[in-house]
């Protein structure tokens, strides 16, 4: 089991940053590639970022590509999701997981994960 405690989020203004943590805690948290989805209210979870267990390989959704940023410390067992220029419809509740899976294509997948987070509230206000 790896349980997953994400923190971060808030309310911000359109064009801010939020930098969003995941600290994993239970098996070995370099063991498994990390992934941040959102859902906003009446849509379905999305996939956002990951990363593969060394921080060597990573993966963004297009529409994010360029303004954040997905990182990892295994020595601290925590993943990173550093958000800037953020929009509007943005807002969203953010999830990080985990996953033993390879790492490919299949990583923006909600079910190629394992474990989930409870989620972290990020309002952008316009």
């Known amino acids: 089991q790896v349980q997953l405690v994400e923190s971060g989020g808030g309310l911000v203004q359109a064009g801010g940053s939020l930098r969003l943590s995941c600290a994993a805690s239970?098996?070995?948290?370099?063991?498994?590639?990390m992934g941040w989805f959102r859902q906003a209210p009446g849509k379905e979870r999305e996939f956002v970022a990951a990363?593969?267990?060394?921080?060597?390989?990573?993966d963004y959704a297009e529409t994010v590509q360029g303004r954040f940023t997905i990182s990892r410390d295994n020595a601290r067992n925590t993943v990173y999701l550093q958000m800037n220029s953020l929009k509007p419809e943005e807002t969203a509740v953010y999830y990080c997981?985990?996953?033993?899976?390879?790492?490919?294509?299949?990583?923006?997948?909600?079910?190629?994960?394992?474990?989930w987070g409870q989620g972290t509230q990020v309002t952008v206000s316009s």
């Open positions: 997981a985990a996953t033993v899976s390879a790492f490919s294509l299949k990583v923006r997948l909600n079910s190629a994960y394992n474990y």
């Open positions: 990363i593969n267990w060394s921080g060597g390989r990573v």
């Open positions: 239970g098996r070995t948290f370099s063991n498994y590639a």
